[in-house]
C-alpha cells in the first residue's frame, strides 16, 4: 500500500496543470491553486534551479508569509545505518544525522560525530532526500480560504519558429511556417493553455541565455493550429487553446500562423576596385516581403523541392523587404580588369 500511494503522488506532481508564456528565452508558468490554510508547493530540484531569483509571486488571497526551504532540513535527526568503510562493508553504525547539509553524523552507541559519503547510508526512519525546495505560502488563519495564481519566470522551456520557402515558379512561393516547443527540463506538465510571444523583452536578471536552434522534428501530435492575438507596443502574441501534456527532455513541432510571403530572386556579388585583375562568384539572393510579422527563426528554401540553402531570419515586420544570401552559384561568375588612367596629387 506504501509503494502504491507513492507512485500515485509522483504521478500528480508530475502532471501539474499549468498556463504557459513562452518567450524565446525564458517562460512564465502559471498555476491556480485554492484550499484552506497553508499552502505548500514542492519543487524538484533540477526545476527550482531554473527558476529565475525574485520571479515567483502570487496573485489571489492576501497572505501574511512566503517560505522556500530545501527539503534536506527535513533529514535532521533522522536515524540511518551507516556501513564502515572496511574491505568486507561488512560493519555497520547506527547513527543520527546533525546536518543534513554536510552530512555530519553522530553515533548512537559512542557518542562520536563523525562525516558520511551519501552513498554508504541507508535511511530506516525517512526517505532519502530529493534536493527539492518547498514553497509555502502562510495566509491569516488555518481556517482561511484561499485562491489564487502561483506564477514564476524560468529558463529550460523555449519557442522558436522555423519556416520552409517552396518556390513554384519566378512569382510565386508557398511559405509554411512551424512553432517548436521544447522542454529541457526534468519535469512534464499538463498544459491548459499556451501563449507563445515575440519582441524584445528584457529581465532585470542577469542569467545565461541558450543557443537556439530550428528542430526539424518532434513530438507528432494531433493540435489546431496556433492563432495570432495581434501586437501590443513591439510584443506579437500567439495562443494555442488546446490541452497536452509537454514530456520532460522533449519537443514539439506544430503548424504556426499563415504568412503570405512576395519574393525576388537575383544575383549579387560585392568586390573593390583597385589596379589588378581579380574574379569572384556572384551569391544567390532572395528580397523576401511577408504580408504580416515574422518572428526570427530559421528559414529553408526550397526550389523544384531542392534545398538550396538555409539562413537565420530577424524580425520581419509587415510588408518589409528582407534579403537572404543563401550561398555562391559557381557557375555564375566575374571577372574585373582595372588600370590606372590618371593620377592626381590632390592639390589642383
Not at 12 to 35: C, D, M, P, W
Not at 228 to 239: A, Q, T, V
Request: charged letters at 20%; one cysteine or more; glycine letters at 6%.
Amino acid at each position: 500500500m506504501l509503494l502504491f500511494c507513492f507512485a500515485l503522488i509522483c504521478l500528480s506532481r508530475s502532471l501539474l496543470a499549468v498556463e504557459l508564456s513562452i518567450y524565446k528565452s525564458f517562460t512564465q508558468v502559471r498555476q491556480l491553486h485554492n484550499g484552506l490554510g497553508v499552502y505548500t508547493h514542492e519543487f524538484i530540484k533540477s526545476e527550482y534551479e531554473n527558476i529565475i531569483n525574485g520571479s515567483i509571486s502570487w496573485d489571489g488571497t492576501s497572505f501574511v508569509r512566503q517560505e522556500t526551504y530545501n527539503t534536506i532540513e527535513s533529514l535532521q535527526d533522522a536515524k540511518v545505518t551507516v556501513q564502515r568503510s572496511t574491505v568486507c562493508k561488512c560493519e555497520t553504525i547506527q547513527a543520527k544525522i546533525i546536518d543534513p547539509n554536510t552530512m555530519l553524523l553522530q553515533n548512537l552507541d559512542t557518542g562520536a560525530y563523525f562525516y558520511a559519503d551519501k552513498q554508504s547510508i541507508e535511511y530506516t526512519s525517512i526517505q532519502p532526500d530529493n534536493g527539492g525546495t518547498v514553497l509555502v505560502f502562510q495566509f491569516e488563519s488555518n481556517t482561511t480560504e484561499y485562491n489564487g495564481t502561483l506564477s514564476y519566470l524560468m529558463k529550460g522551456i523555449t519557442w522558436t519558429p522555423n519556416y520552409d520557402l517552396f518556390l513554384i515558379n519566378d512569382n510565386e512561393a508557398k511559405l509554411r511556417a512551424y512553432a517548436n516547443i521544447k522542454n529541457n527540463q526534468q519535469q512534464e506538465y499538463k498544459v491548459e493553455n499556451t501563449h507563445l510571444l515575440s519582441g524584445d523583452v528584457q529581465l532585470a536578471t542577469s542569467y545565461t541565455r541558450f543557443n537556439y536552434i530550428s528542430l526539424m522534428g518532434g513530438e507528432s501530435v494531433n493540435m489546431q493550429q496556433i492563432q495570432s492575438d495581434g501586437e501590443h507596443k513591439g510584443l506579437y502574441s500567439y495562443s494555442l487553446n488546446d490541452q497536452y501534456t509537454l514530456r520532460s527532455s522533449s519537443s514539439i513541432r506544430l503548424p504556426f500562423i499563415d504568412i503570405v510571403a512576395k519574393y525576388k530572386f537575383y544575383y549579387k556579388a560585392f568586390t573593390s576596385i583597385s589596379t589588378a585583375q581579380y574574379q569572384g562568384v556572384f551569391d544567390r539572393s532572395y528580397d523576401l516581403t511577408p504580408d504580416q510579422f515574422m518572428p526570427a527563426g530559421i528559414i529553408s528554401i526550397y526550389d523544384n523541392r531542392v534545398l538550396v540553402g538555409q539562413s537565420s531570419l530577424p524580425d520581419i515586420p509587415e510588408n518589409y523587404t528582407q534579403t537572404i544570401s543563401v550561398g555562391h552559384d559557381n557557375d555564375v561568375r566575374y571577372v574585373v580588369n582595372s588600370n590606372l588612367t590618371s593620377k592626381s596629387n590632390g592639390r589642383a
